[in-house]
């Protein structure tokens, strides 16, 4: 199993991303997808999720209203739009599957992890 974030870089304070999670190795449509985030010296924060069927979604605080997650199972895709960026969402980038059902930001709750992206946001 591999999952491939990318579409990181590097944008000014206000601007947009759009990270991608590119899965093989497993049915994407049978895992909810997390995005989390580690900034330097900071703890993992799990940032949103997305249940398998894209109907479901959970946001951190720190993101509501600015992030959307969404995905795209017959590509075996997830994607994260990151708008009105901010300095402190300046971190890398994870995306991770999980097979629970109930919405959640828990770590480790999720299985399956890519090799992060990472966002950099001027001011």
């Known amino acids: 199993v591999q999952l491939q974030a990318s579409g990181g870089g590097l944008v000014q304070a206000g601007g947009s991303l759009r990270l991608s999670c590119a899965a093989s190795g497993l049915e994407l449509s049978e895992y909810a997808i997390g995005w989390f985030r580690q900034a330097p010296g900071k703890e993992r924060e799990g940032v949103s999720y997305i249940s398998g069927d894209g109907g479901r979604t959970l946001y951190a605080d720190s993101v509501e209203g600015r992030f959307a997650s969404s995905r795209d199972n017959a590509k075996n895709t997830g994607y994260l739009e990151l708008n009105d960026l901010k300095p402190e969402d300046t971190a890398v980038y994870y995306c991770?599957?999980?097979?629970?059902?109930?919405?959640?930001?828990?770590?480790?709750?999720?299985?399956?992890w890519g090799q992060g992206t990472q966002v950099t946001v001027s001011s």
């Open positions: 991770a599957t999980t097979a629970i059902i109930h919405p959640t930001l828990t770590a480790p709750f999720y299985r399956y």
